[in-house]
């Protein structure tokens, strides 16, 4: 423990009444570990930064102690993080943040920060409402109290946690942890707090809370109390929607990989456009399959009797049983394969992946020379689909990690515009199907999904433009002009 580096973060603003009451009350007992004491003084318009300096002087704190002052202010969110990036730059285990005001005890420090310094918590906050009688007596204003319960009961059930209190200033984080999250690009605002809860949690850490004093007296709140309600509920919401792979925001991306949405499961099951594209391949087929990806479809192809292909940068996996597989890229080089070997081409997901789609589809129909028996297949996400234009209205584009909007897209499709890049390509267009949703990545395979299935199905029949998730398309080759001269008969 005495080798352990502990950072008591004392952010002030307006506090010249009580930060030498504060600073007092830091207890000797954090000797224990290396410990040391910031304050950063946000640019108060009082004399709370010479006050702090003053005790300093006259009463040195029994620690290494620095005092800053910002000359412009950064709001209560952006001093947080002038905190939290000063104990990643100088080393430290952990920051323990307490207020210049005095209303959360700092004695409690010395018992908090262990959790932390034990590896047993990520987090570890203070709360009032633990023993929310406490918080009563302690001088809560009866308003606040019931504030403080309700929003944190919804914020609860938004994110899926299950915290007394999301509104407490006593705060001790993890260095380690704080590495891993994003938390400069939080909010300088006060709703800061409600986002780094959001990313601990979706980070898979550890967050502790022990009940602690209420303590209400002369301090003044800077907090605009309706404004920090919409704000932290915005703030919830947009997260628990970037789980539903509805929104992105760079800010809450911090899952572990392979645990980035609320349900993990394989395309296969879910995905009804894959689905389909395996029962449109006619018997014993011989099948390429573009942009094999993970290999799923190709495998369910393999299992039921079809001779399967593969392109792709990288192989599927090899228990998928590919009968071949060719390492290539799609955007550089030359199709490596003759297309004319197969009988069913699948584009499922890929064009939108391209650089050049049309220029793809021209060589691709150049390569099969016309073959008209050829089937292709190719899938896309709609861009129009009801929820992107919903974000649009709004103002939000944002791309995330899958979905339509995955950012790993160069290009975007409607039911127009794709059926008319394979037309243009050379092909002739056989069928052309909206699929409805996948609700069940975001929700979960269960029955209130399977409803919403049901409904989206009935909304495709009032518009496919605006309810279809994705595009199912079948096509053929178009004979070449070549073609059609070759077999055009002389005249004499």
Not at 46 to 63: N, V, Y
Not at 164 to 187: I, T
Request: glycine content about 8%; charged content about 25%.
């Amino acid at each position: 423990m005495a080798g352990n580096r502990v950072l008591v973060f004392l952010l002030a603003y307006n506090a010249e009444r009580f930060i030498q009451d504060t600073m007092k009350r830091i207890p000797e007992a954090l000797k224990e570990f290396d410990t040391h004491v910031l304050i950063i003084d946000d640019a108060s318009k009082d004399r709370t930064a010479e006050m702090a300096l003053e005790f300093q002087k006259s009463t040195p704190l029994p620690f290494p102690t620095t005092i800053l002052r910002n000359p412009v202010n950064q709001n209560y969110g952006g001093n947080v993080k002038l905190g939290m990036r000063y104990a990643i730059r100088e080393g430290f285990d952990a920051v323990c943040l307490i207020h210049g005001d005095g209303q959360y005890p700092p004695e409690k420090l010395p018992e908090f920060v262990k959790p932390i310094l034990n590896g047993e918590a990520d987090a570890v906050f203070g709360s009032r409402m633990m023993v929310s009688a406490d918080a009563l007596k302690g001088g809560m204003p009866m308003y606040k109290f019931i504030g403080n319960k309700v929003l944190t009961r919804l914020e609860n059930w938004i994110l899926g946690t299950r915290l007394s209190e999301f509104h407490s200033g006593l705060r001790l984080y993890s260095v380690k942890a704080l590495e891993r999250l994003p938390f400069h690009l939080n909010s300088n605002d006060f709703h800061f707090d409600t986002e780094i809860i959001v990313q601990l949690h979706f980070a898979g850490l550890r967050i502790q809370e022990f009940p602690i004093p209420t303590r209400y007296g002369e301090e003044v709140s800077h907090v605009n109390g309706f404004k920090y309600a919409f704000d932290i509920m915005k703030q919830a919401a947009l997260g628990q929607l970037q789980r539903l792979n509805l929104v992105y925001q760079r800010k809450f991306d911090v899952a572990p990989k392979g645990r980035e949405t609320l349900y993990h499961v394989g395309k296969m099951t879910f995905t009804e456009a894959h689905r389909l594209a395996v029962d449109a391949v006619a018997p014993k087929a011989r099948v390429l399959d573009i942009g094999s990806s993970d290999g799923l479809v190709g495998e369910a192809l393999k299992q039921g009797g079809h001779y399967v292909a593969g392109l792709d940068k990288h192989a599927p996996p090899h228990e998928r049983g590919y009968d071949r597989f060719t390492p290539t890229d799609l955007d550089r080089e030359p199709m490596p394969v003759d297309p004319t070997e197969f009988d069913a081409i699948l584009l499922l997901d890929i064009l939108g992946h391209l650089k050049e789609p049309e220029r793809f589809m021209e060589r691709l129909h150049e390569a099969l020379g016309g073959k008209p028996e050829t089937q292709v297949i190719v899938t896309a996400g709609n861009i129009g689909f009801i929820l992107n234009r919903l974000q649009l209205l709004f103002g939000y584009f944002n791309y995330g990690k899958r979905g339509i909007l995955d950012a790993s897209h160069t290009r975007l499709f409607t039911f127009q515009s794709l059926p008319r890049l394979l037309e243009e390509a050379g092909f002739e267009i056989s069928s052309v199907q909206a699929v409805p949703a996948p609700f069940e990545l975001a929700l979960g395979d269960n029955g209130f999904t399977k409803i919403l299935v049901a409904f989206d199905r009935l909304l495709l029949k009032l518009s496919r433009g605006l309810f279809g998730f994705r595009i199912f398309v079948t096509a053929r080759p178009r004979p070449t002009l070549d073609g059609i001269l070759a077999k055009a008969v002389a005249q004499e």
